[in-house]
């Protein structure tokens, strides 16, 4: 059986709900849904694109703690409110750090997320070789 790895972010959610930023087994981590928060709250809100450019940057580090990085990802999901309005600003976040890896990706608009400040929601599977 291959070896588990939590990776915690230090969110006060993760044990209140039970689950880790991200989860290594073997080659393969998943990272959870990921939203612009740090400790004193939601990061920008109302501004998609820094979301999105924050979100990118946390999900970076919790894959550099299971050892591997944004090249690494083979797939991003991308959850939106308001698509209609923000989908640009957050493909051009997405752009910026996956535009030559080329993960698969999807984004969806949802009706809403946990805080109504939070704009765009992101998690990525990434694969070692």
Do not use: C
Request: hydrophobic share 45%.
């Amino acid at each position: 059986m291959q070896e588990r790895k939590l990776i915690s972010s230090g969110a006060k959610w993760e044990d209140i709900v039970g689950y880790s930023r991200a989860v290594r087994i073997g080659n393969l981590i998943e990272v959870s849904g990921t939203a612009a928060v740090d400790e004193k709250g939601v990061v920008a809100p109302g501004n998609a694109y820094l979301q999105a450019r924050f979100i990118i940057e946390k999900i970076q580090k919790a894959l550099q703690e299971a050892g591997a990085g944004l090249e690494d990802v083979i797939r991003t999901r991308i959850y939106v409110v308001e698509i209609a309005h923000t989908w640009e600003e957050v493909a051009r976040a997405h752009g910026e750090f996956f535009g030559t890896i080329k993960p698969a990706s999807t984004m969806v608009e949802v009706k809403s997320l946990i805080d109504p400040d939070m704009l765009v929601e992101i998690e990525v599977t990434a694969l070692l070789q």
